[in-house]
């Protein structure tokens, strides 16, 4: 039997077969299943105006978190510090605007509290990124301890400062900065200005009259709630929550980044095999401490969209935001072992735990205790899929034709793995950048 070569058996594959093989498409199909069980059962109610604004600013923030945790994922490592981080900055952002600059600076503005708390959470990914590159231990063990550092330290710092585990009742500075109602205030009005103008269209007329019941007013409502008008006839919802904004940016930023930088294949490099990535140049260790930066900064932005959202702040937010970090991950098509992944199945993942978390409210019916359990089976099934599926078993040829490695690769693994990774690993054999020597330089 003639030599077969490996791109000749990856050009039988079908595009469905290409298409089954991407990380994304397990939570693509369960979101597809979420999004047409809860409108079939809330009646649509979940995809009306305020039904849709509700959603989304769960699903933004859960995402904001994730995407962060997802690209750590893929380099092979974990950060539990999350949810304690998002205190730290809240608690820090929250006592500098009621209490003003440390050491008695003056009084804080929006955006110079979120720059000082910002540098302050960077320091602490710095710091954890060292630790765990430098030390070789798990990251699991180092930032649970930092888990246990930064929550003692968020409540240890609200007692002395606020003699107490929270601040409340700070003034709505969305009204006077132009950064905190960018963080925390509304955003894409024009969307819901243009469904409120074609409701206003098509509800021309419509009243309520004294001869009309009680369930004929509630249809009313549920009628006129659909087209953005409520019982007065006034616009219902005039915008998103900014934190959707901002989910936006970070997710486009980080598929980029990913996707189509030298960067993206220095992570997927590292999660892959980072001794074989290290002898072809990659710098491991500071992709991983970039990595656990990137974490803190999305802890951060999370932070500070909470904080001039409900301008309140308490040593318990963030509570378990580190977990629903991870689960988002992997249902969104993320190896646990690093080396696969995709920030569009993480912003796939975010929709279909966000839409889950948010149902209770649209079906009252059902006890909320049933999401906790759908996250779990989701997040099982997932880990038992995304491997078999990242192996490339879904591919025919693949089961079929051997591989028979003629060459090490850079990664020491088939290529037949995954294409994002042949990409990586063609690129990975030029130049690095202007300088730079591989660890085995000629």
């Not at 302050?120 to 301890?145: E, K």
């Not at 930066?293 to 932005?301: G, P």
């Not at 088939?414 to 030029?430: D, E, F, G, I, M």
Request: with cysteine; net charge positive; charged share 15%.
């Amino acid at each position: 039997m003639s030599e077969r070569s490996e791109s000749d058996r990856l050009q039988r594959e079908s595009w469905l077969q290409r298409m089954l093989r991407r990380p994304e498409i397990g939570s693509f199909v369960v979101m597809i299943i979420i999004i047409l069980a809860l409108a079939f059962a809330s009646n649509g109610k979940a995809f009306n105006a305020l039904g849709l604004k509700n959603n989304i600013a769960i699903i933004a923030q859960l995402g904001i978190i994730a995407v962060g945790a997802a690209l750590l994922m893929i380099a092979g490592e974990f950060d539990l510090s999350i949810g304690p981080m998002i205190a730290f900055a809240g608690m820090s952002i929250a006592i500098m605007m009621k209490w003003g600059l440390p050491f008695g600076l003056g009084e804080a503005t929006p955006f110079l509290a979120f720059l000082i708390t910002l540098c302050m959470t960077l320091a602490f990914g710095w710091l954890i990124g060292n630790i765990v590159v430098r030390s070789g231990l798990s990251s699991f063990i180092v930032t649970l301890a930092f888990w246990f550092f930064l929550r003692g330290l968020t409540e240890v710092c609200f007692r002395l400062i606020n003699q107490n585990t929270n601040v409340s009742g700070l003034p709505d500075f969305k009204k006077e900065s132009w950064f905190a109602e960018q963080m925390g205030g509304e955003v894409f009005g024009w969307f819901f200005d243009a469904w409120y103008w074609i409701g206003t269209k098509v509800s021309a007329g419509a009243e309520f009259t004294a001869e009309m019941t009680k369930s004929e007013k509630l249809d009313m409502i549920n009628y006129l709630s659909f087209l953005n008008i409520n019982r007065k006839m006034e616009q219902w919802v005039t915008g998103f929550d900014a934190r959707f904004l901002w989910f936006i940016v970070i997710a486009v930023v980080a598929y980029f980044i990913l996707s189509r930088t030298q960067i993206g294949n220095w992570i997927y490099a590292t999660g892959d095999n980072k001794e074989a990535a290290r002898a072809n140049g990659v710098p491991v260790n500071r992709v991983k401490i970039g990595l656990f930066m990137c974490t803190a900064f999305c802890a951060t932005m999370f932070a500070a969209c909470q904080v001039f959202d409900t301008n309140t702040s308490d040593a318990a937010k963030g509570n378990l935001m580190e977990l629903f970090a991870i689960a988002i991950a992997v249902v969104g098509g993320t190896l646990m072992t690093g080396g696969f992944g995709s920030v569009l199945g993480v912003v796939f993942g975010a929709i279909t735990v966000g839409l889950v978390a948010n149902a209770v409210f649209f079906i009252p019916a059902i006890d909320g205790a049933w999401f906790r359990v759908f996250v779990g089976t989701v997040l099982l099934a997932a880990e038992c899929c995304v491997p078999w599926i990242s192996l490339g078993a879904l591919s025919p040829a693949h089961q079929t034709i051997p591989f028979r490695a003629q060459e090490p690769t850079p990664f020491q693994q088939p290529l037949a793995l995954l294409p994002r990774r042949r990409a990586a690993t063609q690129r990975l054999a030029r130049p690095l950048g202007r300088g730079r020597r591989t660890s085995r330089g000629a």
